[in-house]
């Protein structure tokens, strides 16, 4: 499935949030499968050669790195390891950081997650509901949207309804006089 988000851009800032149930959801630990939440590999001592995963908090490691699309932290643990490594990196863009900065934001490189309060609830709802009802209700992720004018609200509909709208998919459903609202709000 191809991860939906909604961006905001803020009016008057240089700046955008971004808005990700998906990642809401990874970061609560509950989307995490249960074998990877009792991994016995779930240590700084691994029997690979190289061990590959994001690099979360790269914004406060190396924040020139942060591109919002992903960095990746790679682990050399043995020699051979080092030396396939190696082989590569002109390939890439790299900056060395120690294990610590690495694990800091990531706790699966040095301990196990163990088992995660309502995971199979979570998992459950899923199944029967789909992915937009878990993300409303365990992580809080607004799945509506309010347009407000002059402080008075004059419409309530799905994020997606929304985004579908403002890429032209969607032609019909809302009325014409909100049109030019909804277009403007959405390229503040």
Not at 5 to 15: A, C, L
Not at 22 to 35: C, D, G, I, M, T
Request: hydrophobic share 30%.
């Amino acid at each position: 499935m191809k991860e939906k988000y909604s961006k905001i851009t803020w009016k008057n800032e240089d700046k955008e949030t971004v808005v990700n149930g998906f990642l809401r959801l990874f970061s609560s630990k509950l989307a995490v499968r249960k074998a990877c939440c009792n991994c016995k590999f779930s240590t700084a001592q691994r029997v690979s050669d190289i061990t590959i995963g994001d690099c979360w908090g790269i914004e406060k490691i190396k924040p020139e790195f942060d591109d919002n699309k992903g960095v990746s932290v790679v682990i050399c643990h043995t020699n051979n390891g080092k030396r396939l490594f190696e082989s590569v990196t002109e390939e890439f863009n790299l900056y060395q950081i120690n294990f610590e900065d690495a694990a800091r934001n990531n706790p699966a490189l040095k301990k196990k997650l163990g088992n995660i309060e309502r995971q199979d609830e979570f998992w459950e709802d899923y199944k029967k509901y789909g992915i937009y009802y878990v993300m409303k209700k365990y992580s809080n992720y607004e799945t509506s949207c309010h347009v407000y004018v002059k402080g008075e609200k004059i419409l309530t509909c799905d994020i997606q309804f929304i985004r579908q709208f403002v890429l032209g998919k969607i032609k019909n459903g809302i009325p014409n006089w909100t049109r030019p609202i909804i277009r403007k709000m959405m390229r503040r």
